[in-house]
């Protein structure tokens, strides 16, 4: 069994991928605050993601980034369509 691991590791699921992803931006963005913005680009990543599973207009998500402080809150709202 650990052979047939080896030579076919299981796939890494597309949420933990996409928390890793949002964990890199999150962190280069602190260091870099007069560096360009990264939220077009994560809202261009978040359309591509989601239409592999559902069809969504881009218009339905909805990124923004607040700052309080020390304190930073990244809020993603996506309007999926009814069933």
């Known amino acids: 069994m650990a052979l047939l691991s080896f030579l ?3 796939k ?3 949420a933990t991928a996409a928390k890793e992803r949002l964990q890199i931006i ?3 963005e602190r260091t870099n605050r ?3 913005d990264f939220l077009p680009a994560l809202h261009r990543e978040l359309i591509e993601v989601i239409s592999k599973y559902t069809k969504v207009n881009a218009d339905d998500i909805k990124i923004s980034l607040d700052r ?3 304190l930073e809150v ?4 996506v309007v999926l369509p009814d069933a």
Request: net charge positive; no cysteine.
């Open 68 to 70: 309080q402080g020390n």
């Open 26 to 28: 999150i962190a280069r």
């Open 12 to 14: 890494p699921k597309s």
């Open 74 to 77: 990244l809020d993603v709202n």
């Open 8 to 10: 076919f590791p299981p």
């Open 34 to 36: 007069s560096g360009p």
